[in-house]
């Protein structure tokens, strides 16, 4: 039989599941504990579980995190890890240490369908969904390591490989499964989803009643240049992802962050932080800037510091509420995909 993996399963289909197998309902509370709150991925470690129940979990789940196939740290304390799934892919993970946070960046897809051109991962084309349990594992797979240490991850953002609300189901399930109070209990607040401007998906999120933090990657301010950069935006123009943007603001009370990738000469003068601030004019929202991470094969540079600060004067001129991403591992592959590329190309 065909093991699932236990991570792909909220709280309710685990006990469903349980009570199929004549389990009282606390059981699965309590194997829900274990994996979500205690972090423990060993079922026979499950010390108030009946033995007969340990075994036949072992039998039917699959429990073990993800494999690491490659590792790279900053001398900020920045890390990076290439995970293995079952399958024989591979998505990237970040955590980040800044001073009080422990912010954990995941894929929800291996590849990416989006396309951006200045991006490692989308030059790989798509290869498939995550699941679930895949995306989240991203996430425990640091808070084990974390956890050594008397620290905890405060943050998740879904900003690594692939575009999550074109995996909406398993990024979702992922997410509700972080924050549930009865396991790991990430606050919604502490959660972002970045998408590059999936129009249905943002709508369906807005429905959702959760306070997760939506960032929206924009990249350029007109229609032309932004479907040169994200070629999927040609379907879902940039008037109708600032409105489905709004509507999420105005469900759920959270400011929105527009990213925006600064390229040298490309998208970077003077004319996009008008156009951009003329934009975002009267709207809650807020601007985070990043300047491009130069990566191999990818035909574009890194503005200067000066323009990047002339940009960010124009915006907050304009009354934007901006702030610039710092450069964290810029020494090791830290734009999504270059990690991946370089092992495949290693193996
Ligand atoms: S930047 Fe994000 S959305 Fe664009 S191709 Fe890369 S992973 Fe996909």
């Known amino acids: 039989m065909e093991r699932r993996f236990l991570l792909d399963l909220s709280l309710e289909e685990l006990e469903a599941e349980l009570q199929g197998m004549g389990e009282p309902r606390f059981r699965a509370r309590q194997v829900w504990q274990w994996v979500w709150r205690h972090l423990c991925f060993d079922v026979s470690a499950m010390t108030n579980l009946p033995q007969r129940l340990r075994e036949d979990l072992a ?31 591979s998505v990237e993970a970040v955590l980040i240490p800044e001073e009080d946070r422990r912010t954990v960046c995941i894929s929800a897809q291996v590849g990416c369908p989006v396309g951006c051109v200045f991006c ?22 640091f808070a084990l390591a974390l956890r050594e240490k008397g620290e905890r991850v405060s943050h998740v953002v879904v900003m690594g490989m692939g575009e999550p609300l074109l995996n909406y189901e398993a990024t979702l399930r992922a997410l509700l499964n972080l924050n549930d109070p009865r396991g790991f209990g990430l606050g919604a607040r502490r959660i972002t989803i970045s998408t590059v401007g999936v129009v249905p998906g943002i709508l369906r999120l807005a429905q959702e009643g959760r306070q997760f933090n939506l960032a929206v990657s924009l990249h350029a301010p007109e229609e032309g240049l932004r479907r040169r950069l994200v070629p999927l935006a040609e379907r879902w123009p940039l008037a109708q992802v600032l409105r489905a943007a709004d509507a999420y603001a105005l469900a759920t009370g959270r400011r929105i962050t527009y990213e925006y990738v600064l390229l040298a000469g490309v998208n970077d003068g003077l004319v996009h932080a008008r ?73």
Not at 59 to 77: I, M, S
Not at 120 to 141: D, K, S
Not at 336 to 347: A, D, F, I, K
């Open 59 to 89: 039998n039917r789940y699959a429990l073990q995190l993800l494999r690491t196939l490659a590792w790279e740290r900053d001398e900020e304390g920045t890390e990076k890890v290439l995970l293995g799934l079952p399958d024989g892919a």
């Open 275 to 347: 156009a951009l601030a003329k934009l975002l004019r009267g709207r809650l929202a807020h601007v985070n800037l990043i300047p491009f991470n130069p990566a191999p094969g990818l035909p574009f540079e890194r503005p200067s510091e000066g323009q990047v600060e002339l940009f960010r004067r124009e915006l907050l001129a304009h009354g934007v509420d901006v702030t610039v991403r710092r450069s964290r591992g810029l020494r090791i592959s830290a734009a999504c995909g270059q990690l991946r590329s370089r092992h495949l190309t290693q193996v």
């Open 120 to 141: 490692a991962t989308g030059a790989m084309g798509f290869v498939r969904n995550l699941t679930a349990g895949e995306i989240a594992a991203q996430v425990l797979h």
